[in-house]
DNA sequence: TAGATTGTTAATCGATTAACAATC
DNA sequence: TAGATTGTTAATCGATTAACAATC
């Protein structure tokens, strides 16, 4: 069967390429701003630290082509990685859990180059309900149920106690939510179709500690 | 040769396995509270959805023995994670940048039960030192250097803007730091025993909104 | 004892790296 | 043209999964 479709391909592209490419992207930024209107890809390798042939193929899953002997133009390769990777559209989320973490979430302003849009975030505390960080309101958590009736947000931010993130993960589904982005460190219970991505601290501190005392013999 | 030493082997631990430990442990301390004694594998797996052999394996890196047919003992497992993971001990820490970001890291509870403890925090805004987040004091920059020199402390977290990341990270290698957390966006040149564990949050927003792109089709 | 589970060794799977032909 | 770089196909490397013997 033929390859159809705006970019290359339906094969699965694989987590660690997909992880790769926003440092090609802010790489790539810096690079611009210096000018250079060609980049190849042993270049992007050296500076990166990584392997030439690797970058060829991450890049590769854009559907972006280079000119051997010249490279890559640069304003196309970084088109071409903001629309692969959904950062130039506006992607609309809720966030639920305004503690410490979901706070600062909210004030972090490079979500806005991912494209990621916090458009409102709940949680049951009456202290922080009807309060703000930057624009972004927080509402009362029931309030997430006719909000997402009236909306169509598809991405779920979990900043919540470790012992309600199951809870919670299932009422954003219930709400619509297709895609949850999980900062507890609860391992969620939920229908195949729902992605999620778990972004566990933890589990850095343990390769930081660990390799640490490596080091240390 | 024969394996010497307190953990198994020095066969350098897969970096996957070492960030699915923290899991286990969140998982065997509700585990212990249910009063389970002994936990198997099998269990676990079912549990975190994961293949049983692979929680052999990685808990075998602890160098913990479970029993046929019985499994492992929940309050040995459970330390023996926490000793090899260094969670148990203390991990002092600086964070450099108290903004968004690290002002929540400071805040951040969990941290404690990784053992990690920062004991203070630097940044150059006059607006932000002599404040504290918590019980952690926000100094000024040129302090780290007098006061590495008082203190041992092995892990720097950055969190300042990408722009000052690769020199903030060199004064850090220059204080004695032996293990840098990067919240950063940049590429760190550093020496190669320097530690660096880049914990980048546009690598996930990519997994997460390409995923997202994929499945709507 | 019988059988479930550990723990090790082998097979598979997937990602990275290397080789090389195509091309500008 | 000559040569550097792309892009694809093959080889390697490493992690996951499967198989199975040991054991409680």
Redesign the interface.
Known sequence: MNETGKYKMNR??P?PT??????Y???LDKVKEQGIINISAPMIGK???CDPTQVVKDLAVTGIKGKPRVGYNTYELIHALED????NRT?EAFIVGAG??G???M?????Q????KIIAAFDVDEKKIGTHVGRIHILEYNKLFSLSNRLDV??GILTTP?SVAQDVAEDLVNCGI??I?NFT???L?LPD?I?V?S??????????????????K
């Open positions: 699965k592209v987590e997909l992880k790769r490419l926003p440092g992207l802010y790489y500076d990166l630290k692969y990777l959904g950062f992607n410490n973490l706070s600062a979430l004030a972090y302003q490079e979500h180059s991912l494209g990621l598809k991405i470790n297709k895609a982005w460190s609860a391992i219970h179709d992605i991505q972004t566990s601290m933890s589990s850095y501190a343990a390769v930081l500690l660990r390799r640490l005392n490596d080091s240390e």
